[in-house]
């Protein structure tokens, strides 16, 4: 069975959250939207695996199942 999301973060993981947004607030416009728009792209290559995962139903050879 595959186990749940994880949809908790990690007290390192607040942390550099939060120098990220420090960051961000002094950072100047171009870097942001070069920031957003790179991760945005991560974001998506995630969503796409993601999908192929659970349509292929790749995980359930590694379930055993």
Known sequence: ???P???T????????LRVLE???KSS?????ELLTHS?????FMLQNTLSNLVKTGTWNEVDGA
């Open 1 to 3: 069975m595959i186990p």
């Open 5 to 7: 999301p994880v949809l």
């Open 9 to 16: 973060l990690t007290m390192e993981q607040q942390l550099k």
């Open 22 to 24: 420090d960051a961000v």
């Open 28 to 32: 100047p416009r171009e870097d942001v």
């Open 39 to 43: 991760l945005q792209k991560q974001v």
